[in-house]
T-cell receptor, first 114, second 110 residues
Framework: NAGVMQNPRHLVRRRGQEARLRCSPM?????VYWYRQLPEEGLKFMVY????????ESGMPKERFSAEFPKEGPSILRIQQVVRGDSAAYFC????????????FGPGTRLLVL | DQQVKQNSPSLSVQEGRISILNCDYT??????FLWYKKYPAEGPTFLIS?????DKNEDGRFTVFLNKSAKHLSLHIVPSQPGDSAVYFC?????????FGKGTRLHILP
């Protein structure tokens, strides 16, 4: 049973470009979470999605960031017009329905904005 | 405003001794408390959790203690092994999201 998969593992973008981060949850998991880790910080919750629904996006920046989890295919975290401050590691986690402590994390995508 | 605080950025412990990692929190409504371990270039791996209604949970070499009145929890690793060298994140659940501390880097010395 493959774990949570994220791609790309590393992504380099210039300021103003778009970044698309993908996450494939573990088989049988229908809940996906995105977290961001800035340098020297802990992981910060961004958004929680179920298939075709955003459940909680309280951690998402109000502009430029969006997330989706379509009926088919991976979850996508999209960052438009990236800025240097978006450079971070972005982790995806998945879980079966409740409890939250069974969130399994992917290896992360490291985004570098030049 | 940090709801989960790990005040020690790093800790060094001799192999074979006990490692004690500490964590404080501010929100008395947290349901579960968790410890995650993270190696460089990997995602966090779940280690052990404790429900807010318990004060101790043990799993092999890992024991987590919860002191609700002090809003404090700790992770004990005994005996410490070289493979335990990693960053340890204390975390708590609030509905469906996990709130993480900043982490403590544990070095196990030979």
């Amino acid at each position: 049973n493959a774990g949570v998969m994220q791609n790309p593992r590393h992504l380099v973008r210039r300021r103003g470009q778009e970044a698309r981060l993908r996450c494939s949850p573990m088989k049988g998991h229908s809940h996906v979470y995105w977290y961001r880790q800035l340098p020297e910080e802990g992981l910060k919750f961004m958004v929680y999605l179920q298939k075709e629904n955003i459940i909680d996006e309280s951690g998402m920046p109000k502009e430029r960031f969006s997330a989706e989890f379509p009926k088919e295919g991976p979850s996508i975290l999209r960052i438009q017009q990236v800025v240097r401050g978006d450079s971070a590691a972005y982790f995806c986690a998945s879980s079966p329905p409740r409890p939250a402590e069974t969130q399994y994390f992917g290896p992360g995508t490291r985004l570098l904005v030049l | 405003d940090q709801q989960v605080k790990q005040n020690s950025p790093s800790l060094s412990v001799q192999e074979g001794r006990i490692s004690i990692l500490n964590c404080d929190y501010t929100n008395s409504m947290f349901d579960y408390f968790l410890w995650y371990k993270k190696y460089p270039a990997e995602g966090p791996t779940f280690l052990i959790s404790i429900s807010s209604i318990k004060d101790k949970n043990e799993d092999g070499r890992f024991t987590v203690f919860l002191n609700k009145s002090a809003k404090h929890l700790s992770l004990h690793i005994v005996p410490s092994q070289p493979g335990d060298s990693a960053v340890y994140f204390c975390a708590a659940t609030e509905t469906d999201k996990i709130i993480f501390g900043k982490g403590t880097r544990l070095h196990i010395l030979p």
